[in-house]
Structure formats: structure tokens, C-alpha cells
């Protein structure tokens, strides 16, 4: 089973500055098959990006993502307020299909 | 639009059952795979396996054996997830999710609420 350790647990930035979260993988990840997802409070994950770096449907071009084979990074250019949120990376390269324990981004 | 509408939540008592349901619009229900995961309280994100829509064959992920079963009615496009002999360690959201052409997840159930608890 591929572990992944996201970091920082949690990252205080204000809005509009740039975030930028690590997505690690205990062994590399297959054809770059690593997805990221936002989730508020009380709602559901949202998926953000696939494939490593394709943004998802209707996601804000200030998303982008990229990285392979054990390190990934989100990184948000400039940060709404609604931008405000845990954000989780998973693999799909191999089943099990495993997320990280998820980067809390708050407001400083 | 594309939409998965998950059952509303419930409290059931240890060793009882529980059954959530998925009901999917705005795509051909057999044409994508159909997944479960679970998110206990204040934790992140489990993947519990997933169900074949064509065929109906489930797959379970390790711990996610035994008491859980997937299943389909193909004929109201809904995906249902039942848990037996419950434990208090059941509690937790559980969220559908379709699988659209790799296994991202893309869109999710707004989850349902099981609470375990006497």
C-alpha cells in the first residue's frame, strides 16, 4: 500500500499569497496518477486536479499542480477566502487507492 | 448535471444494520465505476472498494470485508452500501463516489451520517 505524507499539517496564510502544499509517496506513483480534493466543513471533498496537473472541471486556473513519481505539490497562486480549507492528495496508481491525511489551510 | 444523492443520516444502535443509497443523474449509470469511502469523525479519507455498475461485481479493500456488502439497482440508477453487526467504530460519513475514466473521484455523494451508538 502507498503511504502519503502531506505537509505542512496545517499552513496560516492571509489572502492573496501563494500556498503551497507537498503531497509524498512511500514508493513512486505510476503515470503520475495522483489527484488532488478540497473539503469545507460539513460538505464533501471536491476534486481539484487529476492526473497530477489537469484541473478539474470549472476549477480556478489559480490552482495548478505538479510534480511525479514520489513528490507532488498544489500550490495556489493567490489565495481567496473561500480558498480556506483542508486539502488532500491521492494516488491511484495502485489499489489500494490512498489519500493523505490532509493539509489544513487557515486563515492567518 | 452529473449528481450522486446519498440517503439521509441516522443513528443505529451496535449490532444492528444499516443500508445508505446512491442515487445517480445526469449519466449513464453502467458506464462508470462506482466507489465508497468513509470518513470517521474529525479523520481523513478511506477508500472501501468499489462496485462494477455493469456487472455488479464488487471489490472490497482490506478491512472492508465481511460486513459490508455493495450492491445496484441498475433500473433507478442507485448504488447501496449496507453494513451489518455494527460497531460503535462504524461511525463515520460514508460518501459515494464515481469513478470517471481512472479512479479519481469525480462527483461525490454529500455523504451520509451513520452514528453507532446504544
Known amino acids: 500500500e502507498i503511504v502519503l505524507t502531506q505537509s505542512p499539517g496545517t499552513l496560516s496564510l492571509s489572502p492573496g499569497e501563494r500556498a503551497t502544499l507537498s503531497c509524498r509517496a512511500s514508493?513512486?506513483?505510476?503515470?503520475?496518477?495522483l489527484a488532488w480534493y478540497q473539503q469545507k466543513p460539513g460538505q464533501a471533498p471536491r476534486l481539484l486536479i487529476y492526473?497530477?496537473?489537469s484541473r478539474a472541471t470549472g476549477i480556478p486556473d489559480r490552482f495548478s499542480g505538479s510534480g511525479s513519481g514520489t513528490d507532488f505539490t498544489l500550490t495556489i497562486s493567490r489565495l481567496e477566502p473561500e480558498d480556506f480549507a483542508v486539502y488532500y492528495c491521492q494516488q491511484y496508481g495502485s489499489s489500494p487507492y490512498t489519500f493523505g491525511q490532509g493539509t489544513k489551510l487557515e486563515i492567518k | 448535471q452529473v449528481q450522486l444523492v446519498q440517503s439521509g443520516s441516522g443513528l443505529t444502535k451496535p449490532g444492528a444494520s444499516v443500508k445508505v443509497s446512491c442515487k445517480a443523474s445526469?449519466?449513464?449509470?453502467?458506464?462508470?465505476?462506482m466507489n465508497w469511502l468513509r470518513q470517521a469523525p474529525g479523520q481523513g479519507l478511506e477508500w472501501m472498494g468499489w462496485?462494477?455498475?455493469?456487472?455488479?461485481?464488487?471489490t472490497y479493500a482490506q478491512g472492508f470485508t465481511g460486513r459490508f456488502v455493495f450492491s445496484l439497482d441498475t433500473s433507478v440508477s442507485t448504488a447501496y452500501l449496507q453494513i451489518s453487526s455494527l460497531k460503535t467504530e462504524d461511525t463515520a460519513v460514508y460518501y459515494c463516489?464515481?469513478?470517471?475514466?481512472?479512479?479519481?473521484?469525480?462527483?461525490w455523494g454529500q455523504g451520509t451520517l451513520v452514528t453507532v451508538s446504544s
Open positions: 492526473g497530477a496537473s
Open positions: 514508493q513512486s506513483v505510476s503515470s503520475r496518477s
Open positions: 462496485i462494477n455498475t455493469n456487472t455488479g461485481n464488487p
Open positions: 445526469g449519466y449513464t449509470f453502467t458506464s462508470y465505476a
Open positions: 463516489a464515481r469513478a470517471p475514466r481512472a479512479w479519481w473521484f469525480d462527483p
